[in-house]
């Protein structure tokens, strides 16, 4: 059975860049344009993965995994922030939701998987 990845970003280019990598991979995909769609995308349809962009509209994406990470029901799912913000404190942010990893864009496809197959597999 193939995994399912939820992208949650506001870009429509790189969720559609990231789905195509993440399909040719494998994987199945769903995607959401903002935190409030991702956050009831993740709740609903309980992915494998969570690829979670920081700067969104609605709600911004620390606190969707604040929100899934403090949830027993939510809590396993593992979330990986994609983001632009680059900076030590912004990682730190991303640890203290409680984010599996976190990549800085841009990025390469090889790091993205390397990251999502460290955490689910193929």
Request: negative net charge; hydrophobic residues 40%; aromatic residues 6%.
């Amino acid at each position: 059975m193939r995994k399912k990845i939820l992208v949650v970003d506001d870009e429509e280019g790189l969720r559609l860049t990231v789905t195509v990598r993440l399909k040719s991979a494998g994987y199945d995909v769903i995607t959401a344009k903002d935190g409030v769609e991702g956050l009831e995308k993740a709740r609903s349809l309980k992915p494998d993965l969570v690829l979670l962009d920081v700067m969104m509209p609605k709600i911004e994406g620390y606190d969707v995994c604040r929100l899934l990470k403090f949830d027993d029901r939510y809590k396993d799912i593992p979330v990986i922030i994609f983001s632009a913000k680059s900076e030590a404190v912004d990682k730190l942010t991303g640890e203290k939701v409680g984010a599996d990893g976190y990549i800085t864009k841009p990025f390469t496809a090889e790091d993205l998987l390397e990251k999502v197959r460290a955490l689910i597999g193929e």
